[in-house]
C-alpha cells in the first residue's frame, strides 16, 4: 500500500531505482568485509546502540567463503535484495545513465548478490540477466515475449514427457548449489503438498506441518508453497492472480512511444520474472518480505501511467 500511494510518477519510480542501487554500492565494501571475517559490520553496530538486530547467524563456508547477510535475517534476503535492482537499474535507467556506468554498476549488484552465496539469489540475478540479452537479441521482433512464453511451455511438456521426475523438481535440482540441497527442497515441495491437500481450505494456520522425522527442521524453502500450506488455497489463489493479473495489465500497456516509460516498466516486469521463480526455491518473511512486495506496489503507477511523445533517450 506504501508503494502504490507514494509512487506515483517516472521521478518518484526512478528516484526509488536510485536509491536501491545507492545502497547497494555503498554496502558492498561491508559485505567485503563480512565475506572474509564473518562479521556482519551493520548488525555489530547497531548492537552497541542497545538496537534490536537481527541474529549473526554462524552458516557453514560456501567456495571459501562466509555467506554476507549483512542486515538481513538470513543472507538469501541480502542476495534477493541484490538482485531486485538488477534489471531495475539496468534497463530501467536506461536513458539516464550510460551503457559503460550501468554495466560496471549491475557488476558490482551482481558481486553483492555473489556474496551471499545463495542459489536462489543467484538464480534471480541470471534470470533476469538472461532476459535482458533475450531483449537486445531479439529487439526487432514485435511479438519476442510470446514467443520466449511458447518455448517455455514446449520446454517443461518436454521434461515431464521425458523425466521420471515433475518439471518443478528438475528445476529445483538444477537451482541450488548442491545434490543435498536439491534433495531437500524436493522433499519440502513434497511433503508440503500432502500437507496443502490435509488443509486445503483454511491451511494448516500456526500449527507445525507432517514431515519424516529425519526432516529435522520447520523450514519451508519455497514461498508459493508456504502460503498454500499456512493460510490455504483461497488465499494462495487471490495472492498469485492478482499478483499475476497485476504483471499482465502494466505489461499490455502500450509505451511504444514513450522509451523511458517502457524502459522502467521492461525493468520491473523482468524484475518479478526472476524474483517469481527465485521465491519457488526460497522463502522470504521479515524485511525483505515487506520490501519486495513494496517494489511491486511501486511499479503499479504505470496502469494510469500516459505515455509521453517520443524521446530521444536510448533503451534497450
Known amino acids: 500500500m506504501i508503494g502504490r500511494a507514494f509512487i506515483r510518477d517516472r521521478h518518484s519510480f526512478a ?158 535440482s538444477y537451482a541450488t548449489f548442491s545434490a543435498e540441497s536439491a534433495y531437500w527442497r524436493s522433499a519440502i515441495f513434497q511433503w508440503g503438498m500432502t500437507n496443502v491437500w490435509s488443509a486445503p481450505v483454511f491451511g494448516l494456520g500456526l500449527n507445525d506441518w507432517i514431515r519424516p522425522v529425519w526432516m529435522h527442521t520447520s523450514s519451508i524453502d519455497n514461498f508459493w508453497l508456504f502460503i498454500a500450506m499456512r493460510f490455504g488455497l483461497p488465499a494462495f489463489t487471490f495472492l498469485t492472480v492478482g499478483y499475476g493479473y497485476a504483471l499482465w495489465r502494466v505489461g499490455r500497456k502500450d509505451f511504444t512511444m514513450d522509451r523511458t516509460l517502457a524502459a522502467l516498466r521492461l525493468g520491473w516486469i523482468l524484475c518479478f520474472t526472476g524474483l517469481t521463480l527465485t521465491l519457488s526455491t526460497v522463502h522470504i518473511w521479515g524485511s525483505i518480505y515487506g520490501f519486495v512486495f513494496f517494489i511491486f506496489g511501486a511499479g503499479l503507477w504505470m496502469l494510469d501511467a500516459k505515455p509521453r511523445s517520443p524521446q530521444s533517450e536510448r533503451t534497450i
Not at 555467506?67 to 536513458?95: D, K, N
Open 15 to 172: 528516484a526509488v531505482i536510485k536509491i536501491l542501487t545507492g545502497l547497494i554500492v555503498s554496502c558492498f565494501p561491508l559485505a567485503l568485509i563480512e565475506s572474509q571475517s564473518g562479521t556482519s559490520v551493520p548488525i555489530e553496530l547497531w548492537k552497541m546502540t542497545g538496537l534490536t538486530t537481527p541474529v549473526d547467524l554462524a552458516i557453514d563456508r560456501r567456495m571459501g567463503l562466509e555467506r554476507v547477510q549483512l542486515s538481513f535475517e538470513h543472507p538469501i534476503h541480502w542476495g534477493l535484495f541484490c538482485t531486485i535492482a538488477t534489471s531495475l537499474y539496468f534497463i530501467g535507467l536506461a536513458g539516464r545513465h550510460s551503457l559503460g556506468l550501468r554495466s560496471v554498476i549491475m557488476t558490482v549488484i551482481c558481486a553483492s548478490c555473489f556474496l551471499s552465496l545463495s542459489s536462489g539469489a543467484l538464480l534471480a540475478a541470471i534470470v533476469q540477466i538472461g532476459l535482458i540479452f533475450w531483449s537486445f537479441l531479439c529487439r526487432r521482433i514485435g511479438r519476442r515475449w510470446l514467443i520466449l512464453s511458447t518455448c517455455f511451455v514446449i520446454f517443461y511438456v518436454v521434461i515431464d514427457l521425458l523425466s521420471n521426475r515433475t518439471p518443478i523438481q528438475v528445476f529445483m
